[in-house]
């Protein structure tokens, strides 16, 4: 720096104005970084409750495609149960399962390209899957008992391809959630901090000018303190109301959502071995196995949906008359009325699962509904003051310069 411009900062800041030059600086600094941090912890905050509705959204498509993919293959049990042509509905319910899957699948890779990759393999399954029903469901029109070998093939398929790609997927947008809720609530110790060390300053500034110029009330300096003051008040305030309800949306219609999506899953999955172990004839001991494991994790995952304030339409009830229409099965199967039996899987059972199917449906989409708007309710007010944030910094600084040039005005 040449020797003329040196002297000339040095005078600048020389004596009593030199020191409120330097005051003003720091003010002018901390209030625009004080705004900025405002702007961006909230608009952060905002955002990532957006992303956790998005996250939820893409949640429950993919237990959506689980669950048409179950549904689908309890479908294809049930025709193979019947023997020769099924009946129209059922075939067009098996048909709209899977094209139900097939266009979430394309709808969740948009959503969310990191799931883009294991969705692409899920495709891949669900082709390969429909081919092998096709094969069973022809071979068993023509009564050819390699039917029943395709179709246990297609199961196969499900449970060693399919399931551990839709389990991998829920966990990581679970991951995914569980990180955007944790981010709503950390926001609050940064405008904390931001607006404590903006206030501090100012305040230092205010009581500095009083000892040296014997004024005590600078009113642009003490509305700027005060605007500090407000606005760390309201964005913290906003930011705790957010974490809030942010936590009991988790804790109330998204837990119900997750548990009535797995519930409907092992139903359907406990419906497919159900009709496997009819179709086996008497070599269904290891479906029968599964059967308990599903309803056992259904009758969880509905109790757990009840916790978390889903009402008793959710599927309890109706689920508990089809587990007692299936012990029937199983007391007629082992019984050697194996046609009764089947009577009894494609009558009675069948009725109480597809209420059911129906009840724990409607409780699913206003749990889903419910989830979803209240993630998109929980930030009100966030993108609002987010976007007020740097120019209320600006605000302050103009007024800690307009203080402190009244001050400065005075050695002239």
Same mark, same amino acid.
């Given at each position: ?169 829920? !966990? ?11 981010? !709503? ?159 009894q899987a494609l009558g009675p059972a069948a009725t109480s699962f597809d209420a059911f ?56």
């Amino acid at each position: 720096m040449p020797a003329r411009a040196r002297r000339v900062a040095a005078e600048w800041f020389e004596g009593t104005p030199g020191r409120m030059r330097v005051l003003l600086l720091i003010a002018l600094v901390l209030s625009v970084l004080f705004g900025g941090a405002v702007a961006q912890t909230l608009r952060d905050a905002d955002g990532s409750l957006g992303r956790a509705q998005d996250n939820t959204a893409q949640l429950v498509r993919v237990q959506t495609i689980h669950t048409s993919l179950v549904s689908a293959n309890a479908d294809a049990t049930k025709a193979f149960l019947r023997g020769g042509l099924e009946p129209p509905a059922q075939r067009q319910q098996f048909v709209r399962s899977l094209d139900t899957a097939a266009r979430l699948i394309t709808e969740a890779s948009k959503a969310q390209p990191a799931d883009a990759d294991a969705l692409g393999a899920l495709n891949t399954t669900l082709v390969s899957y429909r081919g092998l029903i096709e094969q069973a469901r022809s071979n068993n029109r023509q009564g050819l008992p390699v039917g029943a070998q395709y179709l246990k093939d297609a199961n196969t398929l499900i449970k060693t391809d399919a399931l551990p790609v839709l389990n991998a997927l829920v !966990t990581a947008n679970e991951r995914r959630l569980d990180e955007e809720f944790s981010h !709503t609530g950390t926001g609050r110790v940064w405008v904390l901090v931001a607006g404590v060390v903006a206030l501090l300053a100012l305040i230092g500034v205010m009581v500095w000018l009083a000892r040296h110029s014997h004024r005590y009330l600078n009113v642009p300096l003490l509305s700027a303190a005060l605007l500090v003051l407000v606005t760390t008040a309201v964005g913290a305030g906003l930011l705790t109301v957010a974490k809030s309800r942010a936590d009991e949306v988790r804790d109330s219609s998204y837990a119900a959502t997750v548990a009535l999506a797995g519930a409907r899953i092992n139903g359907y999955d406990a419906q497919s071995n159900e009709n496997l172990t009819l179709i086996a004839r008497g070599s269904g001991a290891e479906f029968d196995r599964a059967w308990t494991t599903s309803a056992r994790t259904t009758r969880e995952r509905l109790a757990t949906s009840t916790q978390h304030g889903v009402t008793k339409d959710g599927g309890p009830n109706q689920w508990g008359t089809y587990e007692t229409a299936h012990q029937r099965i199983r007391e007629l199967d082992t019984g050697g009325r194996w046609e009764d039996a089947v009577g009894q899987a494609l009558g009675p059972a069948a009725t109480s699962f597809d209420a059911f199917d129906q009840t724990s449906q409607r409780s699913l989409d206003r749990t889903s509904a419910a989830a979803q708007s209240g993630l998109g309710n929980a930030g009100s007010g966030l993108s609002l003051l987010g976007w007020l944030g740097l120019p209320i910094g600006l605000l302050v600084a103009l007024l800690a310069w307009w203080g402190l040039s009244q001050r400065l005005e005075e050695y002239r």
